[in-house]
């Protein structure tokens, strides 16, 4: 249904106006956004749809199609975080976090509808949060840029849901542009546009979604940056992304904790992995960006340990069927992998993944093409279904 018809049917008026904003996928750089690093996201077709009323009477009314139940009503001078609020903590805490900055949202009235798989490491919630901020800031009028938005919305996962998240997902999704990568130094949030059309080039970039879902508020993820924070500190240094590559095993020497120590190689070699992508798209070969997909997964596999049986047969099976490379992408233990492969073989490296799963015994994996789409954006007409 169109989100705007629906919002009629809860509220019994039209809305103010609809807004998306989508999924992204990382092509590279994972871990790396709160070690102040570099990452390349791209932002995916699929995404959260929210209509939107603005209230002045300090009610927020918040109602997903996606999920059973009725109208979720708070009161914007009373919100708290809520922990383990669900899905409705998302945009709830976006208001809070406008708030909390001092700006004047006196409550709204949302429906919400999303195309973007949960738990697959695709950043659902950031879409929630960043289709939420958008529209708030336009209806509100508080002139917030792209950046300025994206801080809101980490915030909000941040310290209204409780999930330590770097900034990578929400300024993907609310600055990504149609046909690129978005080059993002997480530090300053400078970001750049790097042309990537794999149709262009012949090849398509898949998304494989193993279908094992993962909750990052499970302390594993909070336990890598605990640990990437104690290196900083033992290498005396701001952040990872201060560590030369060039003198990685220099800075390994000094680290006693191994554990550490292998999470400082994944970040510091994960950054110029980055480097390196990007300077192979600027040159026009995106077909040898695949080794360093295949490299950055076995970083994160043995290294910093991140990954899963389903996303290792995933890369396995993408790469003997002749794939160019594959990773796991998002914060792991489940969730999708990337595979870049020449469109001509796309298919049958589809078919040998789906047929790796059936002989393993797991569940049929979905797979996509991810084809670099635009960030948030207000809509209309028919853009307004999800």
Known sequence: MNVATGF????GAAPDGVWAAPG????????????????LPLALPHTAVAAVSRRDDGVLRLHSADVDGGIVQLDTDTLEPLSGGGWAAYPAGVVWALREAGHPVTGADLHLASTVPTGAGLSSSAALEVVTALALNDLFGLGLSRPELARIAQRAENAFVGVPCGIMDQMASACALEGHALHLDTRDLSHRQVPFDPAAEGLTLLVVDTRVKHALGDGAYAERRAGCEAGAR???????????????????????????RRYVRHVVSDNARVERVIALLDAGDPRAVGPVLTEGHASLRDDLRVSCPELDLVVEAANAAGALGARMTGGGFGGSAVVLVGTDRAEKVAAAVEKAFA????????????????GARRVRGAEASP
């Open 8 to 11: 009629q049917s809860l509220y």
């Open 24 to 39: 992204r996928v990382n092509l590279i750089g994972e871990y790396t956004d709160f070690n102040d690093g570099f990452v």
């Open 234 to 260: 033992a290498l005396g240094v701001r952040a990872l992304r201060e560590v030369d590559a060039a003198r990685l095993p220099d800075a390994l020497a000094r680290l006693d904790d191994e554990t550490v």
């Open 359 to 374: 002989a393993a015994g797991h569940a049929a994996p979905g797979v996509f093409p991810a084809v670099p789409s635009a």
